[in-house]
């Protein structure tokens, strides 16, 4: 694990200097006769190629700098770009795909499309990165329902959790964050039920599918109470 977290290392090196296909390769041989080993960092250094720019065509109903900024581009004269890697290798882009992608989803644009391409900058060692964006409709809470409940009441539950409201955008972490707070409530009420589940499901309007009807499903999980609570006491000298 230390040769290959000193690997990354090295390649990251190379990253940021222009060659994001190197390739680094631990290869260890233990010295005869002892405890010992030799280390050798193989190195294929790929073509060295520079990035001129980033580009976002499709990105009609987002700002472009909030999408640099989930993908770890930052102006100049912000210190967090002194220290973030700027996406350059194939993960890279792949993993700043995902984020962009998940950013719009937090949006409500849950079927946004994302990809990457590259192009050649005439006449230099550089070349153009775009990420293209089909931003798909916006989709929006219509009714929301708790359902699958037993030991409380929905009207219950809906009064200690943060549920969203007709007319929000349905964007997947305030649906996500609804779903926790009903679990908590669940699990921290008079019962203690512990390990509840709560489920999301999407229903599409007739006439308007950008408008979603959300059901929570709960499934509730099983009383507990405290048996015994231990305590520690940190010896003195």
């Known amino acids: 694990a230390d040769f290959a977290a000193a690997a990354d290392k090295v390649r990251a090196f190379y990253v940021k200097n222009d060659f994001p296909n190197a390739r680094v390769t631990p290869l260890v041989k233990v010295v005869s006769g002892g405890i010992d080993c030799m280390v050798t960092f193989e190195v294929e250094e790929g ?10 065509p499709g990105a009609n109903n987002v700002d472009v700098s909030d999408l640099r900024r ?15 890697e700027k996406p350059v290798s194939e993960s890279q882009l792949a993993d700043a795909v995902a984020k962009i992608s998940r950013y719009y989803a937090d949006l409500g644009y849950l079927d946004v499309k994302v ?4 192009s050649a900058v005439a006449g230099a060692d550089e070349k153009t990165i775009c990420f293209n964006i089909e931003e798909g409709p916006l989709y929006t809470v219509g009714d929301v329902k708790i359902e699958g409940l037993k030991s409380y009441s929905a009207a219950d539950v809906a009064g200690k959790s943060a549920l969203p409201k007709e007319g929000d955008a349905a964007g ?5 964050d609804a779903a926790h707070s009903i679990s908590v409530a669940v699990g921290s009420g008079d019962l203690g039920l512990s390990e509840s589940r709560v489920d999301i499901r999407r229903i599409p309007r007739d006439g308007n ?18 048996d015994n609570v231990a305590t520690s006491i940190p010896r003195t000298r």
């Open 70 to 84: 989930e993908i770890g581009l930052f102006p100049f004269w912000d210190p967090r770009g002194w220290f973030a």
């Open 172 to 176: 997947l972490k305030t649906l996500e």
């Open 209 to 226: 599918s950008t408008v979603l009807d959300v059901h929570f499903l709960v499934t509730e999980g099983v009383p507990v109470v405290i």
């Open 115 to 118: 990809s990457s391409s590259s």
């Open 47 to 56: 073509s060295a190629l520079s990035v001129s720019g980033y580009t976002f």
